[in-house]
């Protein structure tokens, strides 16, 4: 399994700063754009064949992939999937493209320093349909501790929350296309459904993980580069 499927189709609404004049993927950090890392991720731990999925301005990102120098053996493809289309929707049109082939997906927005070859050893494994890679992301602000009488006894500056959360690194099975449609938001649906019929499983990642939801985020990222990046996982 050493197809990738990206997903850069979104507008990136909570990044306005930056997206109104590109496509979130193409947003720097570094002096690199986060699909770059993205793809870095994979390419470092021998994943070669990549499809991006675009949509909102998605030339730019094509420009940007054709005009780029990649690892050796690495291919990237980009397939433009509509400016509207819903996450779901962007992978169900690929089924015929993948055939019967397993793949594995992410978002263009998400670094970590995941074990994806642990993962997806896990995933094969257990054999399921799907495996979500889950993570407890660092709150945003400290948290107060409480005795039951209400008397404060501590504070903790910003602890890691006690709850799992979508990761955002997955692996799929063929059979993951019974479960999506044009209309699809992956998040819900097509993931609640797997949920369901118990064949989507998690693997844990307890390492480093974070998102470019926010300009807020993309100052941290550009400040977590610049002392080293714990996400860098490539030479």
């Known amino acids: 399994m050493k197809n990738v499927v990206i997903l850069c189709g979104g507008r990136g609404t909570r990044l306005q700063e930056h997206t109104r004049e590109i496509p ?13 890392h993205v793809i870095q991720l994979y ?24 005009g780029e120098t990649w690892p050796e053996g690495v291919a990237v493809e980009c397939v ?5 289309t819903p996450t779901g929707g962007r992978i169900h049109q690929l089924r015929d493209r993948l055939g019967d082939r397993p793949f594995c997906a992410t978002y263009a927005d998400g670094v970590a320093d995941i074990d994806l070859e642990a993962e997806l050893r896990h995933h094969t494994e257990h ?6 890679a889950v993570v407890r992301p660092q709150l945003q602000f400290g948290v107060t501790e409480i005795h039951d009488d209400d008397r404060v006894t501590g504070f903790r500056e910003k602890p890691r929350s006690d709850h799992w959360i979508n990761g955002g690194f997955f692996c799929f099975e063929p059979e993951v296309f019974e479960y999506l449609e ?7 649906g ?6 369901a019929a118990r064949k989507l499983h998690a693997y844990r990642h307890n390492g480093f993980w974070a998102c470019m ?16 990046a714990p996400w860098r996982v490539w030479e």
Do not use: C, H
Not at 24 to 36: A, F, T
Not at 47 to 64: A, N, V
Not at 214 to 224: E, G, H, I, P, W
């Open 24 to 36: 979130k993927p193409l947003v720097e950090v570094g002096d690199r754009p986060i699909v770059w």
């Open 43 to 66: 390419a470092a731990q021998g994943f070669r064949d990549f499809t991006l999925l675009t949509g909102y301005k998605g030339e730019m990102i094509e420009q940007f992939t054709a």
């Open 80 to 84: 433009d999937t509509g400016a509207e």
């Open 127 to 132: 054999g399921d349909v799907a495996t979500m």
């Open 182 to 188: 044009r209309d699809s938001v992956l998040e819900r």
């Open 190 to 195: 097509p993931l609640e459904g797997l949920a």
């Open 213 to 228: 939801d926010t300009y807020k985020d993309a100052v941290l990222l550009n400040d977590l580069w610049a002392e080293g």
